[in-house]
Protein backbone atom coordinates (compact mmCIF):
# COMPACT_ATOMS: atom_id res chain seq x y z
CA UNK A 1 0.00 0.00 0.00
CA UNK A 2 1.30 3.50 -0.67
CA UNK A 3 1.20 6.61 1.90
CA UNK A 4 1.55 10.05 1.15
CA UNK A 5 3.05 13.07 2.75
CA UNK A 6 3.25 16.09 1.60
CA UNK A 7 4.10 19.74 2.82
CA UNK A 8 4.57 23.13 0.96
CA UNK A 9 7.68 22.03 -0.33
CA UNK A 10 7.56 18.47 -1.32
CA UNK A 11 5.17 15.70 -2.00
CA UNK A 12 6.70 11.72 -1.39
CA UNK A 13 4.78 8.60 -1.43
CA UNK A 14 6.43 5.09 0.23
CA UNK A 15 5.02 2.31 -0.35
CA UNK A 16 4.52 -0.38 2.14
CA UNK A 17 6.37 -3.08 0.00
CA UNK A 18 9.84 -2.76 1.18
CA UNK A 19 8.82 0.49 2.93
CA UNK A 20 10.56 2.34 -0.33
CA UNK A 21 10.45 5.54 -1.44
CA UNK A 22 8.23 5.43 -4.83
CA UNK A 23 8.49 9.56 -5.87
CA UNK A 24 9.91 12.43 -4.64
CA UNK A 25 8.29 15.86 -6.26
CA UNK A 26 9.04 19.51 -6.06
CA UNK A 27 8.04 21.77 -8.46
CA UNK A 28 5.97 19.25 -10.58
CA UNK A 29 9.16 17.68 -11.23
CA UNK A 30 10.16 13.99 -10.37
CA UNK A 31 13.78 13.77 -8.44
CA UNK A 32 13.38 10.01 -7.30
CA UNK A 33 13.82 7.42 -10.45
CA UNK A 34 10.87 5.70 -11.65
CA UNK A 35 11.75 1.78 -11.53
CA UNK A 36 12.03 1.17 -15.46
CA UNK A 37 13.05 -2.48 -15.52
CA UNK A 38 14.43 -1.57 -18.38
CA UNK A 39 18.04 -0.29 -16.87
CA UNK A 40 16.50 -1.32 -12.91
CA UNK A 41 13.37 -2.02 -11.32
CA UNK A 42 13.72 -0.05 -8.28
CA UNK A 43 13.67 3.15 -6.86
CA UNK A 44 15.10 3.00 -3.13
CA UNK A 45 15.14 0.03 -1.55
CA UNK A 46 16.23 -0.59 1.90
CA UNK A 47 18.91 -2.60 2.61
CA UNK A 48 18.67 -5.09 5.30
CA UNK A 49 20.03 -7.23 7.19
CA UNK A 50 22.98 -7.35 4.71
CA UNK A 51 24.72 -4.59 2.62
CA UNK A 52 25.66 -5.44 -1.06
CA UNK A 53 26.12 -9.27 -2.00
CA UNK A 54 27.61 -12.17 0.15
CA UNK A 55 30.60 -14.66 -1.39
CA UNK A 56 28.87 -17.36 -3.22
CA UNK A 57 25.32 -16.12 -1.82
CA UNK A 58 25.94 -17.60 1.53
CA UNK A 59 27.40 -17.27 5.04
CA UNK A 60 27.82 -19.21 8.12
CA UNK A 61 26.11 -18.67 11.24
CA UNK A 62 26.95 -21.57 14.31
CA UNK A 63 28.56 -24.14 11.63
CA UNK A 64 25.06 -23.82 9.64
CA UNK A 65 24.53 -22.42 6.28
CA UNK A 66 22.29 -19.71 5.00
CA UNK A 67 21.44 -18.41 1.68
CA UNK A 68 20.69 -14.80 1.49
CA UNK A 69 20.36 -12.41 -1.76
CA UNK A 70 22.14 -9.24 -2.33
CA UNK A 71 21.52 -6.56 -0.53
CA UNK A 72 19.28 -8.70 2.12
CA UNK A 73 15.07 -9.68 2.40
CA UNK A 74 13.82 -6.42 4.05
CA UNK A 75 13.38 -4.65 0.49
CA UNK A 76 11.46 -7.87 -1.15
CA UNK A 77 9.37 -7.53 2.21
CA UNK A 78 6.37 -6.68 3.66
CA UNK A 79 6.31 -3.90 6.23
CA UNK A 80 3.40 -3.00 8.71
CA UNK A 81 2.66 0.88 8.69
CA UNK A 82 2.44 1.28 12.39
CA UNK A 83 2.44 5.31 12.53
CA UNK A 84 1.25 8.27 10.18
CA UNK A 85 0.82 11.76 10.85
CA UNK A 86 1.14 15.00 8.38
CA UNK A 87 4.96 14.46 8.79
CA UNK A 88 5.76 11.50 9.33
CA UNK A 89 5.21 7.82 8.45
CA UNK A 90 7.26 5.13 10.74
CA UNK A 91 7.65 0.96 9.22
CA UNK A 92 8.30 -1.99 11.16
CA UNK A 93 9.61 -5.39 9.89
CA UNK A 94 9.66 -8.59 11.98
CA UNK A 95 10.96 -11.85 11.87
CA UNK A 96 9.15 -14.08 10.35
CA UNK A 97 9.52 -17.99 9.41
CA UNK A 98 10.59 -17.15 6.16
CA UNK A 99 13.32 -14.80 7.35
CA UNK A 100 14.26 -17.06 10.00
CA UNK A 101 15.02 -19.64 7.29
CA UNK A 102 17.54 -16.75 5.75
CA UNK A 103 18.54 -15.03 8.84
CA UNK A 104 18.68 -16.73 12.16
CA UNK A 105 17.66 -14.06 14.66
CA UNK A 106 14.26 -12.35 16.08
CA UNK A 107 14.39 -8.77 15.26
CA UNK A 108 12.24 -5.60 15.27
CA UNK A 109 13.51 -3.39 12.00
CA UNK A 110 11.91 0.45 12.31
CA UNK A 111 12.05 3.00 9.07
CA UNK A 112 10.61 6.55 9.16
CA UNK A 113 10.25 8.95 6.94
CA UNK A 114 10.05 12.43 7.78
CA UNK A 115 9.32 16.20 5.69
CA UNK A 116 10.74 19.10 7.17
CA UNK A 117 10.77 21.89 4.95
CA UNK A 118 12.51 20.44 1.08
CA UNK A 119 14.25 17.79 3.68
CA UNK A 120 13.07 14.28 4.19
CA UNK A 121 14.96 12.47 6.95
CA UNK A 122 15.31 8.28 6.99
CA UNK A 123 15.41 6.98 9.80
CA UNK A 124 16.52 3.39 11.04
CA UNK A 125 16.19 1.91 14.08
CA UNK A 126 17.17 -2.05 14.92
CA UNK A 127 16.40 -4.04 17.72
CA UNK A 128 17.74 -7.15 19.21
CA UNK A 129 14.71 -9.31 20.44
CA UNK A 130 16.59 -12.74 20.88
CA UNK A 131 18.84 -13.99 23.36
CA UNK A 132 22.00 -13.77 21.32
CA UNK A 133 24.43 -11.28 19.52
CA UNK A 134 22.82 -10.17 16.75
CA UNK A 135 24.78 -9.44 13.44
CA UNK A 136 23.66 -7.17 11.15
CA UNK A 137 24.01 -4.35 7.92
CA UNK A 138 21.27 -1.92 7.03
CA UNK A 139 22.07 1.04 4.28
CA UNK A 140 20.17 3.16 1.78
CA UNK A 141 20.16 2.56 -2.26
CA UNK A 142 17.92 6.06 -3.37
CA UNK A 143 18.42 6.01 -7.08
CA UNK A 144 18.10 10.13 -8.28
CA UNK A 145 16.97 11.11 -11.83
CA UNK A 146 19.68 12.36 -14.09
CA UNK A 147 18.90 14.84 -15.63
CA UNK A 148 16.71 16.70 -12.76
CA UNK A 149 14.96 18.93 -15.30
CA UNK A 150 17.27 20.37 -18.07
CA UNK A 151 20.62 18.59 -20.04
CA UNK A 152 21.74 15.26 -20.07
CA UNK A 153 24.27 13.04 -17.81
CA UNK A 154 26.87 14.19 -18.50
CA UNK A 155 26.18 17.34 -17.69
CA UNK A 156 26.25 16.85 -13.97
CA UNK A 157 28.43 16.11 -11.47
CA UNK A 158 28.80 14.62 -7.89
CA UNK A 159 30.61 16.68 -5.23
CA UNK A 160 31.78 14.59 -2.00
CA UNK A 161 32.70 16.58 0.99
CA UNK A 162 34.37 16.51 3.09
CA UNK A 163 37.75 16.89 0.24
CA UNK A 164 40.02 14.41 2.06
CA UNK A 165 41.81 11.38 1.65
CA UNK A 166 39.25 8.36 2.17
CA UNK A 167 39.56 4.65 1.46
CA UNK A 168 38.61 3.69 -2.00
CA UNK A 169 37.37 -0.25 -2.01
CA UNK A 170 37.12 -1.39 -5.68
CA UNK A 171 34.52 -3.89 -6.56
CA UNK A 172 34.98 -7.10 -8.56
CA UNK A 173 32.09 -6.21 -10.95
CA UNK A 174 31.27 -10.37 -11.80
CA UNK A 175 30.85 -11.37 -8.23
CA UNK A 176 29.89 -8.18 -6.46
CA UNK A 177 32.00 -8.77 -3.24
CA UNK A 178 34.66 -6.08 -2.96
CA UNK A 179 38.39 -6.37 -2.89
CA UNK A 180 40.17 -5.50 -0.02
CA UNK A 181 43.06 -5.99 -0.74
CA UNK A 182 43.42 -3.55 -3.90
CA UNK A 183 42.01 -0.91 -1.36
CA UNK A 184 43.60 2.71 -1.84
CA UNK A 185 44.00 5.96 -0.22
CA UNK A 186 42.52 8.15 -2.66
CA UNK A 187 41.13 11.55 -2.50
CA UNK A 188 37.45 12.58 -3.82
CA UNK A 189 35.72 15.62 -4.27
CA UNK A 190 34.29 16.21 -7.57
CA UNK A 191 33.29 13.69 -9.85
CA UNK A 192 31.81 14.49 -13.08
CA UNK A 193 29.49 12.15 -14.41
CA UNK A 194 30.24 9.84 -17.16
CA UNK A 195 29.54 6.83 -18.20
CA UNK A 196 33.05 5.03 -17.90
CA UNK A 197 32.75 6.23 -14.32
CA UNK A 198 31.20 3.21 -13.30
CA UNK A 199 32.78 0.54 -15.34
CA UNK A 200 33.91 -1.41 -12.68
CA UNK A 201 30.75 -1.42 -11.32
CA UNK A 202 29.81 0.78 -8.03
CA UNK A 203 31.98 3.35 -6.70
CA UNK A 204 32.62 2.26 -2.89
CA UNK A 205 34.24 4.40 -0.42
CA UNK A 206 34.73 4.98 3.24
CA UNK A 207 33.14 7.82 5.12
CA UNK A 208 33.96 10.41 7.35
CA UNK A 209 32.30 11.61 10.72
CA UNK A 210 30.28 13.48 8.80
CA UNK A 211 29.49 13.55 5.01
CA UNK A 212 27.62 15.38 2.14
CA UNK A 213 27.07 14.59 -1.25
CA UNK A 214 25.45 16.80 -3.91
CA UNK A 215 24.37 15.95 -7.30
CA UNK A 216 24.21 19.87 -9.22
CA UNK A 217 24.30 20.85 -12.65
CA UNK A 218 25.15 23.79 -14.26
CA UNK A 219 22.32 24.26 -16.41
CA UNK A 220 19.89 25.07 -13.49
CA UNK A 221 19.35 25.54 -9.82
CA UNK A 222 18.15 21.97 -8.83
CA UNK A 223 20.00 19.68 -7.33
CA UNK A 224 19.89 16.30 -4.65
CA UNK A 225 22.05 16.82 -1.70
CA UNK A 226 22.52 13.19 0.82
CA UNK A 227 24.14 14.14 4.00
CA UNK A 228 24.54 11.60 6.61
CA UNK A 229 26.54 11.26 9.91
CA UNK A 230 28.33 8.26 11.52
CA UNK A 231 27.84 5.96 8.22
CA UNK A 232 31.08 4.26 7.74
CA UNK A 233 30.73 3.82 4.12
CA UNK A 234 29.18 4.67 0.62
CA UNK A 235 28.06 4.05 -3.10
CA UNK A 236 27.86 5.49 -5.55
CA UNK A 237 26.01 3.40 -8.61
CA UNK A 238 24.83 3.90 -12.15
CA UNK A 239 24.31 0.81 -14.12
CA UNK A 240 27.18 -0.03 -17.08
CA UNK A 241 26.92 0.48 -19.97
CA UNK A 242 23.55 0.58 -20.10
CA UNK A 243 22.94 4.31 -20.62
CA UNK A 244 20.33 4.82 -17.52
CA UNK A 245 19.13 8.03 -17.05
CA UNK A 246 19.98 8.20 -12.88
CA UNK A 247 22.32 7.52 -10.62
CA UNK A 248 22.30 6.43 -6.99
CA UNK A 249 23.97 8.36 -3.41
CA UNK A 250 23.84 5.21 -0.79
CA UNK A 251 24.75 5.80 2.91
CA UNK A 252 25.45 2.12 4.57
CA UNK A 253 26.78 0.89 7.82
CA UNK A 254 27.96 -2.27 6.33
CA UNK A 255 29.31 -3.74 3.10
CA UNK A 256 29.74 -6.21 0.70
CA UNK A 257 31.81 -9.58 1.68
CA UNK A 258 35.33 -9.34 0.67
CA UNK A 259 36.59 -11.69 -1.66
CA UNK A 260 38.70 -13.36 0.77
CA UNK A 261 36.14 -13.53 3.30
CA UNK A 262 35.52 -17.31 5.48
CA UNK A 263 32.21 -16.83 5.05
CA UNK A 264 31.19 -16.31 9.14
CA UNK A 265 28.72 -13.75 9.98
CA UNK A 266 30.16 -12.66 12.99
CA UNK A 267 33.73 -11.69 11.81
CA UNK A 268 32.57 -10.55 8.76
CA UNK A 269 34.00 -7.14 7.41
CA UNK A 270 31.82 -4.23 8.43
CA UNK A 271 29.08 -6.04 10.51
CA UNK A 272 27.37 -4.39 13.19
CA UNK A 273 26.74 -6.19 16.30
CA UNK A 274 23.80 -6.17 18.66
CA UNK A 275 23.27 -7.44 22.00
CA UNK A 276 19.97 -9.05 23.42
CA UNK A 277 17.76 -5.73 23.46
CA UNK A 278 20.05 -3.98 22.05
CA UNK A 279 19.32 -0.84 19.79
CA UNK A 280 21.40 0.57 16.76
CA UNK A 281 19.80 3.97 15.23
CA UNK A 282 21.31 5.36 11.98
CA UNK A 283 19.67 7.82 9.83
CA UNK A 284 19.92 10.52 6.33
CA UNK A 285 19.25 13.48 5.49
CA UNK A 286 17.91 14.57 1.52
CA UNK A 287 17.67 17.58 0.93
CA UNK A 288 15.42 18.56 -2.51
CA UNK A 289 16.42 22.36 -4.42
Known sequence: MENILQNDFLKIAVDSFGAEMH????????????????????HAPVLFPIVGKLKNGTYQYNDE?????????????????????????????RESAESLSQYPFKFTFKLSYKLTDNKIRVHYEVKNEDDKFMS??????????????????EDYK?????????????LNPATGTIKLGSAIDAEVH?????????????LVYS???????????????????????????????????AEAPFVCIEPWCGIADDENTDGDLTTKFGINELAPEGHFVCEYTIEIN
Open 23 to 42: SVVKDDIEYLWQADSKFWAR
Open 65 to 93: TYKMGGHGFARDSEFQLVHADKDELIYEL
Open 136 to 153: FGVGAHPAFNVPLEQGKF
Open 158 to 170: LTVSPSEHRQFIP
Open 190 to 202: ELPLTRELFEQDA
Open 207 to 241: SSDEMRISLTSSLDARSVVVSWKNMPYFGLWSPYP
